[in-house]
């Protein structure tokens, strides 16, 4: 008898094929984490989730502009900005509507008092000024990456044009040497040209003068 034996870590849900042979196309939903947590997409990817799961039976997600805010707390751990409550009613004013009139003060026509007003606003330059400032980090550590990438390029570029130069400097003796050689050669052939010209008589002279 065989018997098969698996990792102790080894699943078979784990494994993609399992679940792309078990469900059809319009039964399945496959979602990356980069695209989960990506900063642009990852809103979107959290809505075709939300909807996804909305179709299974007896699950009541939450409202579809809602689920943004809820994957920049969950996932980003940003901080929730939440809207303006509607205006307590009387009984619940009687009940203790002093204390929430208190947390979130408001005006007598049911809009946002002055300062709750002026928290929000407060609130949106905060975090408009750390996106600017993480912005400006973001762009201060590219522009280092590329000149650090600059100069390991104008190292190599230099390294490189340092070993041509010590390829070349053999070359150059060599034909330098081959030179003076040359030059060398042409000096004694004038010298034994010189030699030879004063070793012949000289038959236009009369010895008889």
């Not at 901080?79 to 007598?108: R, Y």
């Not at 490189?160 to 040359?182: K, R």
Request: with cysteine; net charge negative.
């Amino acid at each position: 008898k065989k018997s098969l034996i698996f990792d102790s870590h080894y699943h078979p849900t784990t494994n993609v094929s399992y679940w792309m042979d078990r469900y059809t196309p319009e039964n399945r939903l496959v979602i990356t984490y980069e695209g989960l947590t990506d900063d642009l997409i990852g809103g979107e990817v959290t809505k075709s989730l939300a909807r996804f799961l909305g179709e299974a039976e007896g699950v009541n997600p939450i409202a579809e502009e809602s689920v943004p805010c809820v994957w920049g707390v969950v996932v980003k751990n940003k901080q929730p900005t939440l809207p303006p409550g509607p205006a307590p009613k009387p009984d619940q004013a009687a009940a203790g509507g002093a204390e929430a009139e208190q947390q979130k003060p408001q005006s007598h026509d049911g809009q946002p008092s002055a300062d709750q007003q002026a928290m929000e606003q407060q609130q949106m330059q905060e975090q408009q000024e750390s996106e600017q400032q993480q912005g400006m980090q973001e762009q201060q550590a590219m522009e280092q990456q590329q000149q650090e990438q600059q100069m390991q390029e104008q190292q190599a570029m230099e390294q490189q044009q340092q070993q041509q130069q010590q390829l070349q400097e053999p070359q150059m003796q060599d034909q330098q040497a081959m030179e003076q050689q040359q030059q060398q050669q042409y000096q004694e052939q004038q010298q034994l040209q010189q030699q030879q010209q004063q070793q012949q008589p000289d038959f236009n002279s009369n010895p008889f003068a």
